[in-house]
């Protein structure tokens, strides 16, 4: 049974940081493309975040610069670090997994920018 279990959401203000944790179980993550998605109220949830299965990264533009994705092998686990938060980044942030036309899901993390 393959789980992803997101953790670290929470309130934060702006100008701060947080740090997503993905640990997954039941495949080997690092196999696999993992995304950060997120999504606001009213909005189309949207890729933040991808570190392909060869360990590339890429970003949406409106986080380059302030959010790194990263992985432990090891711990079989993924992360979001987030800087330089903004109110426009509040939202669910959710984990992915995708390879060969088979991806699954966390259950999400809230993310809450606000003073």
């Known amino acids: 049974q393959v789980q992803l279990v997101e953790s670290g959401g929470g309130l934060v203000q702006p100008g701060g940081s947080l740090r997503l944790s993905c640990a997954a179980s039941?495949?080997?993550?690092?196999?696999?493309?993992m995304g950060w998605y997120r999504q606001a109220p009213v909005k189309e949830r949207e890729l933040v975040a991808i570190?392909?299965?060869?360990?590339?990264?890429d970003y949406v533009d409106s986080v380059k610069g302030r959010f790194t994705i990263s992985r432990d092998i090891a711990k079989n686990t993924v992360y979001l670090q987030m800087n330089s938060l903004k109110p426009d980044d509040t939202a669910v942030y959710y984990c992915?997994?995708?390879?060969?036309?088979?991806?699954?899901w966390g259950q999400g993390t809230q993310v809450t920018v606000s003073s």
């Open positions: 992915k997994a995708d390879r060969d036309s088979r991806d699954y």
């Open positions: 039941g495949i080997i993550s690092s196999l696999y493309d």
């Open positions: 570190m392909s299965h060869f360990g590339i990264a």
